[in-house]
């Protein structure tokens, strides 16, 4: 059968106002979703300039009218607005009750959607020459004596909606080889249904059929070239603008902020505030070493007074979430949880046998992990209640707890024991495994860290003469989380007070009683940066917290405590707020 196409010269068009959408697609939903929704896409895409999204919008209902006849309205709104309908005609569409509806619609230019009440003197032909056939299944048989359609040959066609309503013979589009064994691709791949594609486009766009193709196919090599150049150029700045700045980035120290404190009686030459929590919204916890106080200066300089415990606050550790705090003071053999806003004291948590000794920081669910002075180690909750996670058998002397941190990689905790080193807790079972065995006497575990999700490093006290009791010698190993590749890092002779590692790095900071705070890179064993007591006050305590993007390190001192901002410079001198892997 020959199949006519006949484009009109000019574009038919709606007004301005009115129309919404270049074409409304009506189809069958049972048979041809795939079909019309490759159309939708590629009428849209065909003959587009880079810089556009579209060259025309089609509007194609992907909801099922028979399940949710409430859509009836929306779909007439959507009719309304377009300047052509296109039909996917078939035998299923010809029955479907829906497709039928829409072309009624669409003749009678909204006078008539009920076909059974369809009057041929509603037709509106400005609205027929709008109607652009897209045959899919069946057949459409024209008869030039009768000038209607050949209703006895004609399946694919409503004839009930149809009948008459052509003047002259329509042209469409035959896409029956769709329906073919061989499942075809429905893109640019595809050649006769990219001339599918044109030729529907022809009338829609107002243009000829060479034009369009010319169009299409200049824009097309001009969008992929344009899409490559942006791919290497993004690229290329990539590395340029954030892999190679960052990988040579260094840190700088600055100081953001000082605060005044009430000064209150110390112990010989210890230092009146020996612990120092922050948070990561910028609020820091201070807890005195002599009378149990602990104050709160917030991010705006105000300052709260949480009274409660008694003798050496020894931690604090914030729950932002819950904006709580919890304090432990080796003295009074007790925790308190504050709530640090109103300062009202929320839970008293007494040690259930011995004294709290150390804690983790805090979950984000809300759960701190403390030791006790008789190695056991219980999960305390931001609701005050306990549970014991593991308790070290009588006949095991390891010594104290000395650290916990929190090992998510594991799955578990990480302890330091006192006279055994580092060790891996199970939180399903609560079993125990040491990471480094070392049975010597002259050696002295103080507290260790979890770098990254591969590394720990470890403060230790060792003797170096041999036989001797007396531990002289101040080091930070290193090893991996297996218990592997432990190797020394800097000896001091003065104690280290704490480790704090950067989250997703490898890099953490030590601090010593000589007022030293430098940063390690746990990978290869490079100092990165220093901080030393000419630059700041002397430094017997300090915390680190993320504000933000930015590291935040708190010096305590006999009556002030500083406030100090880590960043990064890059090469061009652009300062990045975090600790780059690459270093």
Known sequence: M????????????????????????????????????????????????????????????????????????????????????????????????????????????????????????????????????????????????????????????????????????????????????????????????????AKLSVPIRGLDIKSLIRTDYREHKKTKRIAWIAYVASAILAILTVVLPIAMATPHWSKVASFDLPEVPSYADLPTYMCVAVSGTGDIA?????????????????????????????????????????????????????????????????????????????????????????????????????????????????????????????????????????ATINLHDGTVRLLFRDNRDDVHYWMCTVVGSRWLAVALDESTRPGSSVLDKRSIYVGSLKGENLRWFESSSHFYTTIVAFPASNLFLTHDQGGEVNLWNARTGEKVHGLTPREAMHLRMFAIAFDGNSQTLCVAAKDSIEKWQLSWDTLWGIPVPFAPRLK
Not at 15 to 30: C, G, L, V
Not at 148 to 169: I, K
Not at 310 to 331: K, M, N, P, Q, W
Not at 340 to 353: H, N, Q, V, Y
């Open 286 to 422: 201070i807890g005195s070493a002599t009378n149990g106080n602990v104050r709160v200066i917030f991010s705006d300089g105000s300052q709260n007074l949480l009274p409660g415990l008694s003798g050496y606050v020894s931690h604090l550790g914030f729950a932002e979430s819950e904006r709580c705090l919890l304090g432990i003071a080796r003295d009074s053999k007790g925790a308190i949880l504050w709530d640090i806003d109103t300062g009202k004291r929320l839970f008293d948590i007494a040690c259930p046998s011995g004294s709290w000794w150390c804690m983790s920081r805090c979950l984000k669910s809300g759960r701190w992990y403390m030791a006790t002075d008789e190695g056991t180690v219980w999960q305390i909750g931001i609701d005050g209640t306990l549970s014991k996670v593991f308790s070290l058998p009588h006949d095991e002397d390891w010594g104290r707890i000395q650290s916990i941190d929190i090992c998510k990689s594991m799955n578990g905790l990480i302890v330091c024991f006192s006279d055994r080193g580092p």
């Open 2 to 197: 020959k199949e006519p196409v006949k484009a009109e010269s000019q574009r038919i068009t709606v007004s301005a106002k009115s129309r919404r959408y270049d074409a409304f697609i009506s189809y069958s939903t049972e048979l041809d979703t795939v079909l019309a929704r490759a159309l939708e896409i590629h009428l849209e895409r065909f003959a587009k300039p880079w810089f556009r999204l579209r060259s025309i919008n089609i509007f194609r209902d992907e909801t099922s009218l028979a399940t949710n006849p409430g859509l009836w309205p929306a779909i007439v709104w959507h009719l309304n607005g377009s300047a052509f309908l296109v039909v996917l005609a078939s035998e299923s569409a010809a029955k479907s009750k829906w497709v039928r509806k829409e072309i009624c619609h669409w003749i009678t230019d909204g006078a008539c959607s009920d076909p059974q009440q369809l009057d041929r003197s509603q037709i509106k032909q400005d609205k027929v020459k709008r109607v652009l056939l897209v045959l899919t299944e069946g057949a459409i048989v024209w008869d030039d004596t009768a000038c209607d359609f050949d209703w006895l040959l004609t399946t694919a066609l409503p004839q009930e909606v149809l009948s008459g309503a052509f003047h002259n013979e329509p042209s469409w589009n035959d896409l029956r080889w769709t329906r073919g064994p061989a499942k075809e691709a429905f893109d640019r791949t595809n050649e006769k249904f990219m001339q599918a594609v």
